[in-house]
């Protein structure tokens, strides 16, 4: 069955050869010089252009950037290298390409205002707070850029991997909030491209070993090491248990937004004209963002009613359309 499923995603008469893939993935083989002068020039690019959209808040410019990075050949060519128990060196190159990224984003977040929100750049939130979907798309897109490589005939499907996966546009992020010095989110952003990172070398792993691309002297059945297999399942679990925490808190934060949402429209149900624009959260408080003709009910009675809806402790800043913005303190206190 396993066998049946393979001939037809990866029919044998389409399967590159391993001197091929090599000659694509290794920087260190075939003509290393002008290999790794094409390729530390495109990623400089990539992280100037994806600096630019960030700063920006440009998605096209960021998707352009995506297009151009060329940080997944070097991935890549850790799962080939993990297959065929032999260093390639690509470890080396992904880990500088990284710090030269993240540099060049603290290099240019210095074009950034003193007091600048970073949260309020849609390029930025979106990419500090990832979770277990993050994680299945990179798996699923390191899979389609696998078998894009392993075959001939799909290679035109290679831009749209590159798009799908985030791997420069994560680390300019943290560069630019390491430039702000804001630890939290560059910490989250980091966890993106790395879980991003392991995804696409797991996916490559399962691709190549499955075509048998394995060294015959040390593989079997084209099996990777069960050395290398034990580590990248190891780190996959180091990647898989804090994304699925932040899902699950993520989840519960939704919850407590919406109730927060269906509390403050009843609050607000006496009044003429007003209404509830949205919830958020920042910064582990709950924003409730209304509109209102008139004044505003007592605070004290939104946080009666949300007393027993959400956790005690919890911050709760109401703003209002005509700029009053009011700190109406911790539920339950």
């Not at 630019?52 to 060519?77: E, N, Q």
């Not at 084209?222 to 990647?239: E, K, T, Y």
């Not at 919890?314 to 700190?327: E, H, L, N, S, Y």
């Amino acid at each position: 069955m396993l066998s049946s499923v393979r001939a037809r995603v990866l029919p044998s008469a389409q399967r590159r050869t391993l001197d091929e893939l090599t000659e694509d993935l290794i920087l260190g083989s075939g003509d290393t010089t002008s290999k790794r002068s094409a390729f530390w020039t495109m990623l400089t690019l990539a992280a100037v252009i994806a600096g630019a959209g960030v700063l920006t808040d440009s998605t096209a410019t960021v998707i352009g950037a995506m297009i151009i990075a060329p940080l997944s050949t070097p991935i890549m060519g850790i799962a080939l290298g993990s297959v065929l128990r032999r260093r390639t060196g690509s470890v080396t190159v992904v880990l500088i390409g990284a710090l030269l990224v993240v540099a060049l984003g603290m290099v240019m977040s210095l074009a950034l205002p003193h007091h600048y929100d970073l949260l309020s750049n849609s390029q930025i939130s979106s990419r500090t707070s990832p979770d277990l979907m993050d994680l299945i798309a990179a798996l699923a897109t390191g899979l389609a850029g696998a078998i894009a490589l392993a075959r001939r005939d799909v290679a035109a499907v290679l831009p749209g991997v590159a798009i799908a996966i985030s791997l420069v546009p994560p680390l300019v992020v943290t560069g630019v909030c390491l430039g702000k010095l804001s630890g939290w989110l560059a910490l989250g952003s980091l966890a993106l491209f790395v879980s991003n990172l392991f995804a696409l070398v797991f996916a490559g792993m399962v691709v190549f070993a499955s075509l048998g691309y394995a060294a015959e002297a040390d593989q079997a059945a084209g099996r990777p090491d069960r050395r290398a297999s034990a580590a990248m399942a190891l780190l996959f679990a180091v990647v898989f248990v804090p994304l699925a925490a932040n899902t699950a808190a993520t989840l519960l934060l939704n919850a407590w937004t919406g109730r927060t949402k269906d509390v403050a429209r009843e609050w607000l149900a006496s009044e003429p004209g007003a209404s509830v624009t949205s919830v958020d959260s920042n910064s582990r408080t709950l924003h409730v963002h209304v509109r209102t003709p008139g004044e505003l009910p007592p605070v004290k009675s939104l946080m009666d009613r949300l007393d027993g809806q959400i956790p005690e402790g919890i911050p709760i800043v109401v703003d209002a359309t005509r700029g009053q913005r009011i700190d109406a303190g911790k539920v339950g206190g």
